[in-house]
């Protein structure tokens, strides 16, 4: 990061997630300086979600003792597509409500600091490739496999968002024309068969008909709580059942894989998200599925990795964005 | 195109498709000055197509009275997956034997000239957005609709080619996870599914299987002998299968666009290849589809509409690909 108009100060960074809301304080030299979390429980609809967003900030703020005119600038990375010139989150498959909500605009008029708002995957993906699994990897493509499915990429080294600011909705790629109907509208995505959701919707689904699985004990018998957290936890455990839906699972994300791969010849496929943690068990089989199915010279120059950056990607990534648009 | 070393000197490009060879000499203005064409025949294997189309290249310059030498350089686009570093034609689904094929030396050792070879997709898209369509559009895809289904990206007005030259096989992205397998290797492709090849293959099926169509009359019997130039025939006659066969490839073609459309957020997708004259036939149901299932915001930021310069827009592409390269 250069030094800049703001210089020297840092950026309050912000990642709005389907699960939880992280915000950072962020140096301009990428430095975590300081963070906060909250849920984000998105179900309560977006004007509790915006409040406890705001209250995260409040506390970030107060609790080290910095104004908001200290800062260079606020970042948002929204799970969702994104309205880049309005400052709009348009649509979340993953926050239910949110239509059109001028996020930007609400935490700027709020804090009299210049703000930005991009799409966390977009984000995570600048984040690895400025500070983890992607450095100096010109063409990557990040996939964030959480709650949902998002991607970010990033083209002879720069972010790329696409004519207005929404590219990289990667979970919304039809891998099933006669697959399931997705929240988004779309039939078969790669987001309804490969996501943690689709992970937890399987084991519960199959578990309900009658299957055994050491996840009804986890659970205390509350199958409806099943998470593909616990899916992973079963399957480490070596639970046949949790064993079959995460290969299933993984066996669609190669597919996925596959069309990015035939798609982008990208050099770098980087794998983030809660349902990374599942490491070898998730990655190995659709790494397999590439390897088969793919160009062969495309499969070749291709690696696929998890993230370095864990849950910090996103927030690393808004500071970079944000850093850049002053600089630019 | 910038003036150069080999300043003034045209360029000698040449398309390779599945079905036809096209070779031309392109003026630094992107000026056609000659055009030769022959068939590729290609099942008779890489020999006897590279032989036709040395013999193209010699009878264009033969009937120009121009020398090798008077040539800034040879640009080749050949319908396949390009390992550009080595001048390759690795593989191609529509070009049978082709595997690894070096392609740019033999056409540079033959004529002495400085050779490039890309993908014909890629060149095509080139050649729209300098010339046709895409003028002064930054973001943009393009589908060639032929044997194959073929791509090319411009990005932030570059084409985009990938890390190792081989971007773009959009064909080859799976729709449908439990479809049927391509040559390619990979399943459910949609190329399998909207490609001219798969309208034909659907039309023959259907009729051997004892529907009507005025296509058995339109090929006298011998229902082998459809091609999809001939079912769009019948469709304009309002011929209900070919109607149907159409539309059928047609919503293949729409999902596949939803997946560009929500990957790419790009500001214009270009239909090219013989297919594309099948006109509103083949692209009113695709955007339909589009608007149905794509992210709003990009559905609308996108428009689809039909390449312009035709069977011209490979040679052209790969000429201003080489004037890129010399000029660079």
């Known amino acids: 990061m250069q030094e800049s108009k703001g210089q020297g100060l840092p950026v309050l960074a912000l990642d709005l997630g389907g699960t939880k809301i992280i915000a950072a304080i962020i140096s301009n030299q990428g430095q975590v300086i300081a963070r906060e ?35 260079n600038s606020i970042s948002i990375a929204a799970a969702g597509a994104i309205d880049f010139d309005k400052g709009l989150v348009t649509l979340s498959p993953n926050l239910p409500g949110w239509c059109d909500i001028p996020l930007r605009d609400i935490v700027q008029g709020k804090y009299g600091v210049n703000t930005f708002l991009i799409n966390d995957a977009s984000a ?10 992607g450095k100096g990897v ?3 493509i990040l996939l964030t496999l959480g709650t949902g499915i998002g991607g970010g990429i990033i083209i002879n080294g720069k972010l790329y968002y696409g004519s207005s600011g929404s590219a990289g909705e990667i979970g919304h790629m039809t891998i099933d024309v ?22 937890a919707r399987e084991a519960i689904r199959r578990i309900r008909r009658g299957e055994r699985s050491s996840l009804t004990e986890i659970v205390g018998g509350k199958i409806e709580s099943i998470t593909a957290e616990k899916v992973g936890m079963a399957a480490q455990g070596g639970d046949p059942l949790a064993l079959e839906v995460i290969l299933k699972a993984a066996n669609y994300l190669g597919v996925g894989m596959v069309n990015l791969v035939n798609i982008f010849n990208p050099e770098m496929i980087i794998v983030g998200g809660g349902m990374a943690k599942m ?16 160009f062969q010279l495309l499969a070749q ?23 850049q648009q002053v600089t630019d």
């Open 301 to 323: 120059a291709v690696s696929i990795v998890p993230a370095q950056l864990g849950n910090d990607a996103g927030v690393l990534g808004a500071a970079v964005f944000a850093f």
């Open 37 to 71: 979390y909250n849920l984000t429980l998105a179900n309560e609809g977006p004007q509790a979600v915006i409040n406890r967003m705001l209250s995260v900030i409040d506390c970030l703020l107060s609790s080290r003792g910095i104004d908001s005119s200290q800062l």
């Open 178 to 199: 006669n697959g399931p109907r997705c929240s988004c509208g779309n039939i078969g995505c790669l987001e309804m068969l490969a996501s943690g959701t689709a992970v």
């Open 279 to 294: 490491g070898d068990l998730l990655l190995d089989p659709a790494k397999q599925v590439v390897r088969e199915r793919a």
């Open 124 to 133: 995570a993906a600048l984040g690895e490739h400025c500070f983890g699994a």
């Open 138 to 140: 010109d063409n990557l």
